[in-house]
């Protein structure tokens, strides 16, 4: 009887242990296995983001400006901000800057107050050809074929960036195989932009 009951208590304790041994395993973080596990490399605590200073765009320059837009049937200047990028502005880049200013639908205050525009939606420009005079511009639609209005506001606002004019006169062509022309910005075209813009001496070199 004492030797039936000695032999009950041995799984007892074996069932006992082994819970034991269990629990301190799980309390140290390890999961057990009966098989080899290829856990793999470590984890990389690299995100896999990028963060905005790992770019390597070019800093933006704010550029205070002025464009030309039609109001009471005259040109007036209206102020608007340039980002280019560099901190040295780029000549083309300030060029297709302001005609985007001028291509953009004016906002909701300049509209009440009077202004629009007519450079066309579409209007692109480009830098100059081989061949063409040093600082001339290229724009999508000849200049002759464009608005009195769109040409003369184009005209006006390059005149107003030191980059784009040349001894006062600012060089544009178009599309075609016309060589780029000069043009001047008056009294008289602000006044009366119905009026084509003033044609300017052309330098060649």
């Known amino acids: 009887m004492m030797r039936s009951e000695h032999r ?6 074996a069932v006992a242990g082994a819970v034991l041994c269990a629990v301190l395993v799980a309390g140290c973080g390890i999961r057990t ?3 080899p596990v290829d856990a793999g490399p470590a984890p990389s605590r690299v ?3 990028m963060t905005a200073q790992d770019g390597t765009a070019q800093p933006r320059q ?3 400006v002025e464009i030309y837009l039609v109001c009471a049937s005259q040109l007036v200047t209206v102020d608007r901000t340039l980002q280019v990028q560099g901190t040295k502005p780029d000549r083309l880049g300030v060029a297709v800057a302001l005609l985007d200013e001028l291509r953009r639908k004016p906002t909701g205050p300049e509209q009440r107050a009077g202004f629009s525009t007519d450079v066309p939606s579409e209007l692109r420009v480009t830098g100059p050809r081989a061949g063409d005079p040093k600082g001339a511009l290229r724009l999508s639609r000849q200049p002759e074929d464009l608005q009195p209005e769109a040409l003369a506001q184009i005209v006006c606002t390059y005149t107003e960036s030191e980059e784009l004019v040349q001894n006062g006169t600012v060089l544009l062509g178009g599309p075609g195989d016309y060589a780029p022309r000069g043009y001047l910005c008056t009294a008289e075209t602000k006044a009366r932009p119905k009026a084509a813009p003033t044609l300017g001496a052309v330098r060649l070199s």
């Open 33 to 35: 296995t009966s098989v």
């Open 47 to 49: 995100p896999c983001a």
């Open 8 to 13: 009950g208590r041995r799984p007892a304790a």
């Open 62 to 64: 704010v550029i205070p």
